[in-house]
């Protein structure tokens, strides 16, 4: 197809959204209303995410030495971890660190621990590794326990059948609800499509009649319906983006009980949420609209 004949289909889509100004403000309507409710729970579904990745990266296990361990089993120990998938990284706390932390956290009342000094100190070396996932703790858990100089290896393991539980829960909810709801705005644009294509139906007969070919008739319809996406998909972007915004500024000053649940719960930056929101409703709203366009001429042009 010529340049030429491109501009022509491309300014003529152009002309019917405009024309039919009506019916294309209620499909771009339509479109912006059902890939905003779809952007919001991507918005939710997002967050989350990103919330129980930061808890799965936080899981801890703790190595405890064998009293007498000399620094050849603590350096044996610590090429041991090092060798270990999984690991995200690891902390050596020899007996004196751990029993001046145990001092600190015990503040007013650290006096009743000043019988213990470095000769009769009762806390044992100690390795305190940060796992990158839960699926790897078991393994870590073995291998640490079968080592000589561990006397003991510590862990919360319902914490981490918890929070692996909630993330494969939470990542398989949130997915299947999201293909639910693309395929909600699917249909949605699908039928908005439809209504206005039958509404020029007499429009299409007529080119038909006169010898236009079906592609020469299709292609400004085409053109119309990914216009028609397009324009739902930036509004609908714009109000996601806009709301998004406003709850950031919300929480920037928090009041002292949403302080507490920020501690826990962190939004993920605007821009690392509207970019693949974005992406996805210029995807879904050009490609269904010219599929859309595409199947709801096929019995018009049956003439």
């Known amino acids: 197809m010529k340049i030429r004949t491109w501009r022509r289909m491309v300014k003529q889509g152009f002309q019917n959204v405009f024309r039919n100004r009506i019916m294309s403000l209620a499909s771009i309507s339509a479109i912006a209303a059902a890939l905003f409710v779809l952007g919001l729970v991507m918005v939710i579904v997002m967050n989350i995410n990103n919330m129980i990745s930061d808890l799965e990266s936080q899981v801890e296990i703790?190595?405890?030495?064998?009293?007498?361990?000399?620094?050849?089993?603590?350096?044996?120990?610590?090429?041991?971890i090092k060798s270990w998938e999984g690991i995200k990284d690891y902390q050596f706390i020899s007996k004196q660190e751990a029993l001046n932390k145990w001092k600190e956290e015990w503040g007013d009342?650290?006096?009743?621990?000043?019988?213990?000094?470095?000769?009769?100190?009762?806390?044992?070396?100690?390795?305190?590794?940060?796992?990158?996932?839960?699926?790897?703790?078991?393994?870590?858990?073995?291998?640490?326990?079968?080592?000589?100089?561990?006397e003991?290896?510590?862990?919360?393991?319902?914490?981490v059948n918890t929070i692996t539980r909630i993330a494969s829960t939470t990542r398989l909810f949130g997915l299947a609800l999201v293909g639910i709801l693309v395929a909600m705005a699917m249909v949605i644009i699908n039928n908005t499509i439809r209504i206005s294509v039958y509404s020029r139906r007499r429009e299409i007969n007529i080119m038909k009649y006169i010898g236009a070919t079906d592609w020469y008739i299709r292609?400004?319809?085409l053109m119309e319906g990914m216009l028609l996406g397009l324009f739902g998909a930036v509004i609908s972007s714009g109000l996601v983006a806009l709301m998004y915004s406003l709850l950031e500024n919300r929480l920037s000053s928090p009041s002292p009980l949403e302080g507490n649940l920020l501690a826990i719960f962190r939004l993920l930056p605007l821009d690392q949420v509207i970019y693949p929101i974005t992406a996805l409703f210029?995807?879904?709203?050009t490609l269904v609209g010219m599929i859309a366009s595409l199947l709801s001429m096929r019995k018009h042009l049956r003439v």
């Open 282 to 285: 210029v995807l879904v709203g």
């Open 152 to 159: 003991k290896v510590q862990y919360s393991r319902d914490v």
């Open 109 to 150: 009342k650290k006096y009743l621990l000043e019988g213990y000094h470095a000769h009769n100190n009762p806390l044992p070396d100690s390795f305190h590794i940060t796992v990158q996932k839960p699926e790897y703790v078991d393994g870590i858990v073995d291998k640490a326990s079968a080592l000589t100089s561990v």
């Open 62 to 80: 703790t190595l405890f030495l064998k009293t007498g361990a000399n620094s050849s089993d603590i350096s044996s120990v610590e090429r041991e």
């Open 219 to 221: 292609w400004p319809f």
